[in-house]
């Protein structure tokens, strides 16, 4: 069940903190609050990948050798209040939502443009639209111009929805309290730690071991 | 006595610390940030500087826990170790400043904060304090502070008397307490640290720490409004703004934008008012984070015995302060410039 506007308000106010859906801050209620969605605005913090140094990312590499590989090839950005961030057509840019968010274990939500950014060729995600019960922090924003011409952002815009669904039942395995998580907790743009999945373990333990019989081989 | 909050319910308004736990508490928290700026730094370094913080990494490590089957040494040993490791920032690259670091200045002192004033981290550990930070002058309008705590918001406002003092306003100190609360006088303690046991610098860091205290308790709607921050902290939520809509649902229709004042619209109007949030001043923050520190964080840090966890901690603190301001000040500048419907 989609939650409409007054549902999502009961759930922003009830006592009982299991039920409780955590958005702040909310700085204009009337703005921000759709018949089934609540508006969500963008943060400060952006991250691009700088290009011109980079073949391209080895999975199976070693985890810490990744990680330093993205800190370096990856530039971040903060933006003070009133300053734009131009992001030009075709360009990439990771950024998050100004707004903390917690869901409790029975909600799931789903993130999605607005139609006003949409018209100008701003994609917010890429994929990941998805958001788990449980899930406690900031989301991050996939931005793509898709348009023409280069869109200056701010800090603080509505430029993305949130619609809220209630699970028949809570979920016994939430967000936070998973085993694998790589992003809970963020209050930030978070970059992709997609070398942490455990598969990369197995790959990279194959790729050793085919590497150690050629070179027997040779 | 319980106080119930908009997040939460905070079991006791302040929880006392042993003089020494606060000490302790600042020692391991400055090796926690240590780490976390060597880490920065080894991610972004070339290969030669990264192996050195990554080797500095394993040594604070063991400083901090004694290293395997070792016992953690005394405050005055730990201090010194840590200070020791922080000099050696000066063979490594320098990170960038975090953003949030003049958007606080902004947020403490509006117009009055000299933009000109250059803020440095640098390598030597100590905070300059008392006349070393009144060193300055308008000629050279540096501040500075240890790059371990870069990201410690908690600390920030002694940059603010550094500042003061380049600027060549009377009684900084003063100045800078009124507009960033008694927490500042927490953070000149704290930078009088280490202290040796019986000096006189250790009987002036408690003595500024009682002040800071006293003064806290004593300072009504701010201790009350940053208690209530405080509790959303203790449960991990970011305290950027205040919930002031809830009284709206028992007070007078709110209206809709398109000036119903009565009807169904209207009435969902009035709920939604509920929701309203206004943008938490940089001193209410900066108080909630020192209530959070002492009451919660500390003891949780001092009985932590695993080194990742002790990471946690400090990194959750700082980096919920951090945040918070940040978007507070977004907040504060779409209240101000009136972005409402």
């Not at chain 1, 939650?3 to 009830?14: S, V």
């Not at chain 2, 930070?133 to 550094?162: C, E, F, H, K, Y």
């Not at chain 2, 003092?165 to 507009?179: H, K, L, T």
Request: hydrophobic residues 45%; glycine residues 8%; aromatic residues 8%.
């Amino acid at each position: 069940m989609i939650l409409n506007e007054h549902q999502i308000l009961e759930r922003m106010l009830t006592d009982d903190p299991e039920r409780r859906i955590v958005v702040t801050p909310i700085l204009d209620p009337v703005q921000q609050f759709g018949p089934s969605s609540l508006d969500v605005r963008l943060g400060p913090d952006f991250e691009v990948v700088r290009t011109s140094r980079l073949t391209h990312l080895d999975p199976l590499k070693e985890p810490a050798e990744i990680a330093g590989d993205v800190a370096r090839y990856t530039e971040s950005t903060v933006i003070q209040p009133g300053e734009p961030f131009v992001l030009h057509p075709g360009e990439f840019a990771l950024a998050s939502t100004l707004e903390f968010i917690r869901l409790p274990y029975d909600i799931a939500a789903r993130l999605e443009g607005r139609s006003t950014w949409g018209r100008l060729g701003l994609e917010i995600h890429a994929t990941a639209g998805f958001v788990d019960p449980g899930f406690s922090g900031a989301l991050t924003f996939e931005l793509k111009n898709a348009g023409q011409v280069p869109l200056p952002l701010y800090a603080g815009l509505r430029i993305a929805q949130l619609a809220f669904f209630e699970l028949s039942e809570p979920s016994r395995l939430p967000y936070r309290q998973k085993r694998y998580t790589k992003y809970a907790g963020r209050l930030g743009t978070a970059g992709s730690r997609y070398f942490q999945d455990p598969e990369y373990v197995a790959l990279r333990n194959a790729a050793r071991r085919a590497k150690s019989t050629s070179s027997e081989e040779a | 006595m319980a106080r119930e909050h908009v997040y939460g319910t905070m079991e006791h308004a302040w929880k006392q610390l042993e003089w020494s736990a606060v000490e302790r508490a600042r020692a391991v928290g400055f090796a926690c940030r240590l780490d976390r700026q060597l880490e920065a730094v080894a991610a972004v370094a070339d290969r030669p500087e990264s192996r050195l913080a990554q080797r500095l990494r394993a040594e604070l490590q063991e400083a901090v826990t004694g290293g395997p089957g070792g016992a953690s040494p005394d405050t005055a040993a730990l201090f010194a170790a840590v200070e020791a490791i922080h000099e050696q920032l000066a063979y490594l690259p320098k990170l960038t400043l975090p953003a949030g670091v003049r958007v606080f200045l902004r947020a403490l002192f509006d117009q009055e904060w000299n933009e000109n004033v250059v803020v440095a981290a640098v390598s030597k550990p100590r905070w300059p304090v008392g006349p070393e930070a009144a060193a300055g002058s308008p000629d050279r309008p540096v501040t500075v502070m240890p790059r371990a705590d870069m990201r410690n918001p908690l600390m920030w406002p002694l940059i603010a008397v550094q500042g003061a003092s380049v600027a060549g306003w009377s009684d900084a100190e003063e100045r800078v307490r009124r507009a960033a609360g008694p927490g500042v006088w927490f953070a000149l303690a704290e930078a009088l640290l280490p202290a040796g046991a019986g000096s006189s610098a250790e009987a002036e860091a408690q003595a500024l720490w009682q002040r800071g205290r006293d003064e806290l308790l004593a300072a009504g709607r701010l201790y009350d409004d940053a208690l209530e921050l405080a509790a959303a902290l203790a449960d991990g939520i970011l305290i950027s703004a205040k919930r002031v809509g809830a009284k709206g649902l028992d007070g007078q229709p709110a209206g809709g934008p398109d000036g119903e004042a009565s009807g169904e619209r209207a009435e969902v109007y009035r709920k939604l008012s509920a929701v309203r949030d206004v943008p938490a001043q940089a001193v209410e923050i900066l108080s909630a984070g020192w209530i959070h520190w002492y009451g919660h964080a500390a003891p949780k840090l001092l009985a932590a015995g695993d080194w990742q966890r002790m990471r946690e901690i400090v990194d959750g603190v700082d980096d919920v302060l951090c945040r918070s301001l940040d978007v507070a000040a977004i907040h504060r500048f779409y209240a101000t410039e009136g972005a409402s419907a």
